[in-house]
Every structure is written in C-alpha cells, then in structure tokens.
C-alpha cells in the first residue's frame, strides 16, 4: 500500500481526511485496505482535488481518416436502421435491408465526417481523448467514522489486524424540566 502524500493537518482533520495520495491507485488501494479489515466502508467517500483536463493526443486526422470514421459511425447506425425495419419484414428480403441499411449509412457518414472535418479549415488536424485528472484524491470519512478509519489504516500499515468500532453515539440533551399548569 503506498504512504499518504503528505502528513495529517489540523484542517485535513477538520474535514474528516483519512489519508490523502497523489493518485487515484493509491486512495482505491486505501479502501480496499480497509474493506479487507472489515472497516465499514460505505462511510467513506474518495474525493479529487484541483481537477484539470488532460487531452491525448492520439495521432493525425486528415480528411481520409475522418470520411473513415464517419463511415464506420453510419455503418453501425445503417445497421441499426436495417435491424428496426427488418424486424418487420418477411421472407430474405430482410438480409437485403440490413445490408442496404449498412452501406447506406457508411456512405453518408463518410460524406458527414469528411464534410465535418474540411469545415474546420485546418484549425485541428489531429485526433485526441480527453480525461478530467485530480491532483490529489483525499478519502474522506462520513458520521464519525474518521478516527476510527485512521486508526484501522495505522494498524493496517503496521501489521495488525483491526477490528474497527462504531463511533460513539452522541450525547443526548438533558431533558427540560416539567412544568407545572397553573
């Protein structure tokens, strides 16, 4: 199991923080740690911290991979298509609107994706996928549960096997005194 990135604070304990790491592997690995030791794990939430985009660039797009992409896009509509009518069809003439569905949908999803890609004008020429990334990943406990998730996680990383406890309940208000109809 990796080490929490960096050292507990005042405010990390405010907010409830277990741990925090410097990705997501780690905060997953933390409460697996902890399901494994029969902590009770439905009280705690993995949260990401300063999200940023991260876009891959994956390769060129030029207008040939573009009409082919778009070809491949009809081609499973056309399908679709082709099965909706089939399905109300007797006798072969089925197979032939399945097949016309799919060549017929290829064709203009090759048109649409090479006509998409010449409307930007050169403006992006290549293919990418894009993620939303967390810079850091707290696991945060909720109702109580912080402490005794904290101190489940120390036993775990020391070799003990930990038995967590509910947290205590919290202290009833003292009843207001009778009164008295006068």
């Keep these: 199991m990796t080490q929490p990135s960096q050292p507990m604070g005042d405010i990390s304990r405010a907010w409830n923080t277990v741990a925090s790491f410097d990705n997501y592997e780690g905060a997953q690995a933390c409460v697996d740690s902890l399901s494994d030791a029969m902590f009770p794990v439905e009280h705690l939430d993995i949260v990401g911290t300063d999200l940023r985009t991260v876009e891959r660039v994956i390769g060129r797009l030029t207008s040939g991979r573009a009409a082919a992409a778009g070809a491949a896009s009809g081609a499973w509509f056309g399908l679709f298509i082709g099965l909706l009518v089939g399905w109300?069809?007797?006798?072969?003439?089925?197979?032939?609107?399945?097949?016309?569905?799919?060549?017929?949908?290829?064709?203009?999803?090759?048109?649409?994706?090479?006509?998409?890609?010449?409307?930007?004008g050169g403006r992006?020429?290549?293919?990418?996928?894009?993620?939303?990334?967390?810079?850091?990943?707290?696991?945060?406990?909720?109702?109580?549960?912080?402490?005794?998730?904290?101190?489940?996680?120390?036993a775990i990383q020391h070799g003990q096997t930990a038995q967590p406890t509910p947290p205590a309940a919290p202290p009833t208000p003292p009843a207001a005194p009778p009164t008295t109809a006068g």
């Design 88 to 120: 109300f069809t007797t006798g072969p003439a089925w197979l032939g609107l399945i097949l016309g569905g799919v060549l017929i949908g290829a064709a203009w999803g090759a048109v649409f994706g090479y006509v998409g890609h010449a409307a930007t």
């Design 124 to 154: 992006r020429d290549f293919a990418s996928t894009q993620q939303l990334v967390a810079s850091r990943y707290d696991v945060v406990a909720r109702e109580g549960y912080a402490e005794q998730a904290r101190q489940a996680l120390n």
